[in-house]
């Protein structure tokens, strides 16, 4: 009678159970495997998902939209509507400085005031002439001043007038020459000398995470047509939107995400594969046994799987746990409850798909054999040629050699699994050794330790976040002179500063893609024009050429739309930008000369020479001369100040610069040290996540060769007997097995050094050419590190292996069957 016409179910679930009684370092060996894979590909899911989550969180509670020039009543509409989170209210009354300090004159209501964590004794300012002073300030005035007391203040519009003092500000101001003056709406309308109450609303619209820029705007345009404001006072921040649409997940990083998760699978897979492959190769007289009492092939199959399956279920688990709580250390702001149970859901799907692949062609091998072939199963696959050689020598080498020979294809998968760990090591390791993202610091600051730039991005006048408004706002703190003779004189000034070197720069609005854009114009220099000649320069040959009218040099290589929409010299560009005067001008320049700065670049790299750009051309797509672009504007276009300093200066005139610019509304204080320490710690997670993988492949190949050296050991207890029954000592029987260990490490440790080593250095040419900090270092720790694992563990688990066969006599092994 057939065993399929029995209770099979339970037949073979009692035989997989009992098969894995009598096999348990498979079973670890499988279990470690697959746990280790699961967690793998679960960290790096939770970690691109949490990356993506953390920033678009940052952005969660900004602002979107602001409404321009409305009244307090639409402004408090605005609050009611349901389709607002919040509507914070505010006006800006002017700015000026007091002595050796600049004041920021402002309304701000109840709402705006929480948004900015603004901390105060007293009450907020509501009548005429109310105000809250910041409690340093009162200070540094040498004023005793508390709430309900009246004061004599000149604001910074020059005039002194008596105010109340409704308020103490807490919250320390930002530096110590910076201070905000919050004022009542009445107040603010008095020192605008406005009759009729406005302010300006900064909204937050639900679910704006979810909108696109058109999406937005209507939305936008519906909330305030509901509270009766014209489409023209109505700005979405379409920065907002682009910002969000860089933090949220592309199909390139699904892409990259799915070959990574099946990289390790299948590297994981092989190993599986060759751990079952290994353990059926020795059980095949068993099955050939069970062939025999009426088992059929089907059942053999299904046996086999259902080992693996139920291993998979055992090992998953952990993995997930390990996993859950290596993405969570990575990015603890990015970490979601439902995104981790999806994500663990699928590394569990994948995870039975991957298991059930691989064990696939084991249990194909294990039912193939019929149950007279079994009975004569040796486990090598391949056929030994007959010999005409008479005599053979056989020595522990070579008895090792022919053992390798026999059966190829467990060779082959053995040393295929240890070659991948290896090789994908050495590409890992020489990336990481070889990428310093902090280097990159030195080309944003090619002469100077400090940067000090215009900003209209936040503070002061900043209301107007659309693509124009930021155009408007950056011309008119440099149509004030913010960045004039006075300021580099100032920081010259500074005790260790050797240099201030400004750079000239304008932000505008420029249609050449089909659509206007937020660009800018870098300010050249005659000393700079000889650099760009350099670049495949197409245009006049001399500077003074460029001097006759406003034109534009075109960098036609740093946007991928110009080859969509090309720019040739004689085309012209749409333009609009603002002068001196604050009036709106729109004009097409024309387009005098183009270069190609990205080749220029590429081969510099290819010719092993590090150019370092000057900041008035890097990164530019449009430039102009110096000269001609504030003949243009009719102001002095000047953006910043690169400020060099002596280096035992250095921290000194740090500290001193932040004292007198770090809180600046409209300055940016940037520094070269912090710069660095800045990129290296946001490089941190993505270097964590390949020390990760790495680590990762070295258990994969490990995990194979201890399964490989103990199921050899317990496979071969007859061959080994019979071998010391002839004549061969212990010593040479472990000589033997580490002969043939020593092999697959051997193979291993050459392919890693040559290919790992070989990928790794393509990957850092690739990287060089997309403008990464990276130089060329070859991993030799990592990689002798996991050479030597290799060999360490092949030479104690041989030992090991080797002292737990001596535990049973000659006899005992003679008389093993399987």
Known sequence: MKMDRNVNKTVIRRLANKSMENSRTRNLFTCLTIALSVALVLTFILYVFGSSKEKLRLLEDTAQVSYMDITPEQAEQLNTDGRVKWAAADSKAGSGKVGNNRLLVMYQDETFMERDQIEYTGELPEEDHDIMLPADYIEQLGLSVQPGDTVLLDLGNKKVRKYRVTAIVDTPSKAKNSHKIYVSLPCAMMLKGESVPTVSASVNMKGAMDMDLNTARQSALEIGKAAGIPEDQIKVNDGYFGQAGVSRL???????????????????????????????????????????????????????????????????????????????????????????????????????????????????????????????????????????????????????????????????????????????????????????????????????????????????????????????????????????????????????????????????????????????????????????????????????????????????????????????????????????????????????????????????????????????????????????LDQWTMMNTTYGYEIAVEPEAEKAVGRELDKLFGAEENMYLSSKTETREYLENESFAMKMILYVLAVFLVAFGVINLMNTIMTNLFTRKKELGILQAVGMTKEQIRTMLSRETLSYVGVSAICTLVFGGGLGYGLVRACIQLGLGVSYTFPWIPVLLYIVLLAAMQLIMTQYGVKMLQKETLVERMKETD
């Open 250 to 628: 592309t199909t390139g990083s699904i892409i990259t995400l799915v070959l990574v998760a099946l990289l390790i699978l299948a590297a994981a897979g092989l190993v599986i594969h060759n751990i079952f492959y290994i353990a059926v190769a020795g059980k095949v007289r068993e099955y050939g046994q069970m062939r025999t009492l009426g088992m059929t092939r089907q059942q053999v199959r299904t046996l086999v799987s259902r080992e693996g399956m139920i291993l998979a279920l055992k090992g998953m688990p952990f993995g997930i746990l390990l996993g859950g709580v290596m993405g969570y250390a990575l990015v603890p702001k990015g970490w979601d409850t439902f995104t981790f149970l999806g994500a663990a859901l699928v590394c569990l799907l994948l995870g039975m798909v991957s298991v059930g692949i691989s064990v696939r062609k084991p249990a194909k091998i294990a039912a193939a054999t019929s149950p007279i072939e079994a009975l004569g199963y040796t486990g090598y696959t391949e056929k030994m040629k007959e010999s005409t050689v008479l005599k053979r020598r056989l020595t522990p080498n070579s008895l090792a050699g022919i053992n390798l020979k026999r059966n190829r294809k467990k060779s082959i998968l053995t040393m295929s699994s240890l070659v991948l760990a290896g090789v994908l090591l050495g590409t890992i390791a020489t990336f990481i050794v070889s990428y310093d993202p902090g280097a990159s610091a030195d080309n944003f600051f090619p002469e100077g330790e400090y940067q000090l730039q215009l900003t209209a991005e936040s503070g002061y006048d900043n209301n107007d976040t659309s693509l124009e408004g930021r155009v408007k706002a950056y011309a008119q703190l440099q149509a004030e002179d913010v960045m004039g003779e006075g300021l580099k004189a100032e920081l010259e000034s500074i005790d260790g500063v050797i240099s201030a070197k400004p750079w000239k720069y304008l932000t505008i609005a420029a249609n050449m893609f089909g659509e206007e854009q937020q660009e800018g114009v870098n300010g050249f220099t005659e000393a700079d024009f000889a650099l760009l000649k350099e670049m495949d320069y197409d245009g006049p040959e001399t500077y003074d050429e460029l001097l006759h009218g406003p034109g534009m040099v075109v960098e036609t290589e740093s946007n991928s739309n110009f080859k969509e929409h090309p720019i040739k010299r004689g085309d012209t560009i749409s333009v609009v930008y603002y002068n001196q005067t604050g009036e709106r001008i729109e004009e097409n320049v024309p387009v005098l000369a183009t270069i190609k700065m990205i080749s220029w670049n590429k081969k510099n790299v290819e010719e092993g020479r590090d150019v370092r750009l000057p900041l008035s051309v890097m990164g530019s797509t449009l430039l102009m001369p110096a000269k001609m």
